[in-house]
């Protein structure tokens, strides 16, 4: 069983890095997506039956390829419409042999073409999210159903709908001209964002897939940037993702309740980690073509290479949310600028800053947790308890509402023990 | 691959007096022609406004009946359509994309073709 064990383990691994090559390479071979995906799961049984004896060969990826092939010709043998096709994937994998592992002439493009269709703006962002992690990511549509929270059904669900409407409505397989890339890969990069949220706003007592999500996302970025090296939005989304993730042990305490960015214990941070991300980012700002991915992502480099919360350099952090907001106009960035602004120049300024966002961050919790810490600074404590208890009203993340109970309770208690 | 294009709107400025409405008019005429000549568009045709219509509807049990008016009353009503012919549905988004009328919104819908090979 042990050895059983292993080897599954192995394949899984395998599997994370081959399966989306595999998968992309006999999609645009046979262009029939389900059959691609049997293909890549008959090949995986296979392997299964074989390597316990054998042992994992020295090139999985092309072991399973010509596996893959195999089963293919088995079963279109009788499918004239495929003859074409299979003549195509034999020449193809002959030619490949071994270099598959390492990115031969099927390699990188397939997955690029395999990437722009699934994050095809024809397709919604529901089936472009389970699509990406299932073809790419290399998920099992159980795990996918796991990381989100709904039933497996309903993903299997969306992703035969999806996959239909691909072949029906003749969603084609290829890398966007260069008119349409911008906004294709803004596309793209905004489901490996979402994908990496799901995960990275997920608390300790979530689910384990559901936490890795981050990770999953994290992994197919950094694909992207080696697939497209020349597109700096792709590298500066990598390091957000990067300087997210290398804090990420500092983020919760050991009861679980988040431990918000001037309370971390930066000695946790993840050194290496960080200088690795801020020189990704240096690389695609000197491409010279700034983006809202690049600029988050700076805004979070000064604060992962300030030794302290109060050493932060604000002006550079106002100075960088002002960039933001010339790109993306939004009252979410308007607010985080406002918070940075309290730190430059006082929490009266930064009300001030924020009241005008009222009527259109009402329903979003953060706006009334900022509100509530910056009344808190100006000793108005009862209005800053009212807008955490409206904070708390509007948000389900158990370790966000742990931290708003808490300070609810803080402040009954020092109101209750101070002379009235 | 050949889709439909059903061309909407909001049928409120359609009585074509200003000089502007002639403008844009003349746009789509010259727009439609370029794409038929070119074989992308293979036919359509303008609709008269949806107060024009009548709707039949037919009961499970194979009764009948007639009512004034289209399918559904929304905001946008079908002004028209086309059949298009293009390679795949990103050649007909882009087609779509290029449409000179202001304010409107297009459906792309591939057609059921029972010959077709894959």
Redesign the interface.
């Known amino acids: 069983m042990t050895q059983r064990a292993d080897v599954d383990a192995r394949l899984e691994a395998v599997l994370r890095e081959e399966r989306g090559r595999l998968t992309a390479a006999l999609v645009r071979i046979l262009r029939d997506w389900d059959l691609a995906e049997e293909l890549v799961q008959d090949a995986a049984v296979s392997a299964l039956e074989h390597w316990p004896a054998d042992g994992v060969p020295d090139n999985p990826g092309a072991w399973l390829m010509t596996a893959a092939r195999r089963k293919a010709v088995d079963r279109l043998r009788r499918h004239t419409r495929y003859r074409e096709r299979m003549r195509q994937l034999t020449a193809e994998a002959t030619e490949m042999g071994a270099p598959i592992a390492t990115g031969g002439p099927m390699g990188a493009d397939d997955r690029l073409r395999l990437l722009f269709t699934c994050c095809h703006p024809a397709l919604n962002r529901e089936a472009q999210v389970a699509l990406t992690l299932r073809t790419i990511g290399g998920l099992e549509t159980a795990a996918v159903a796991r990381a989100f929270l709904v039933p497996e059904a309903t993903i299997a669900q969306r992703l035969v709908r999806a996959k239909r409407k691909i072949r029906d409505a003749a969603i084609p397989y290829r890398v966007p001209d260069a008119s349409e890339l911008p906004a294709r890969l803004g596309e793209v990069l905004r489901v490996l964002y979402l994908i990496f949220n799901e995960g990275y706003l997920a608390s300790s007592g979530d689910a384990g897939e559901r936490r890795e999500l981050a990770r999953d996302a994290e992994w197919l970025t950094s694909l992207l940037a080696r697939l497209m090296p020349d597109e700096p939005e792709t590298l500066g989304l990598l390091a957000l993702m990067r300087l997210h993730l290398a804090r990420s042990d500092a983020r919760f305490a050991a009861d679980g309740s988040l431990v918000l960015l001037p309370d971390q214990d930066r000695s946790l941070w993840d050194q290496a980690a960080i200088g690795d991300a801020i020189e990704l980012l240096a690389r695609s700002e000197r491409m010279g073509r700034p983006g809202s991915y690049q600029l988050q992502a700076a805004i979070l480099g000064v604060h992962a290479t300030s030794p302290a919360w109060r050493a932060t350099s604000w002006s550079a952090i106002v100075g960088l949310y002002d960039a933001l907001h010339r790109i993306e106009p939004t009252p979410v960035v308007a607010l985080n600028r406002a918070l940075a602004l309290a730190e430059r120049d006082g929490p009266a300024d930064a009300l001030a800053a924020i009241e005008p966002l009222a009527s259109r961050l009402d329903g979003y919790h953060l706006f009334h947790a900022a509100r509530a810490e910056l009344l808190r600074r100006m000793d108005r404590g009862a209005e800053a308890l009212a807008a955490d208890s409206r904070a708390l009203e509007l948000t389900e993340n158990p370790a966000e509402r742990r931290l708003l109970e808490m300070r609810i309770a803080q402040a009954g208690s020092d109101r209750s023990g101070s002379p009235t | 691959?050949k889709?439909m294009m059903l061309i909407a709107d909001a049928e409120d400025g359609m009585a074509r007096s200003t000089e502007e409405e002639q403008a844009t008019y003349g746009r789509i005429g010259a727009w439609w022609n370029e794409h038929t000549t070119a074989g992308r568009i293979i036919e359509g045709h303008e609709l008269q406004p949806s107060s024009t219509a009548t709707t039949v509807r037919i009961a499970p049990d194979g009764g009948t009946t007639v009512t004034d008016g289209p399918f559904a009353e929304g905001k946008e009503m079908v002004g028209g359509y086309g059949i298009l012919d293009v390679?795949?549905?990103?050649a007909a988004?882009a087609l779509a994309a290029s449409w000179p009328g202001a304010a409107s919104s297009l459906e792309?819908r591939?057609i059921v073709e029972r010959d077709a090979?894959?």
């Not at chain 2, 390679?87 to 990103?90: K, N, S």
């Open positions: 691959m889709y390679p795949d549905l990103d988004l792309i591939p090979t894959s």
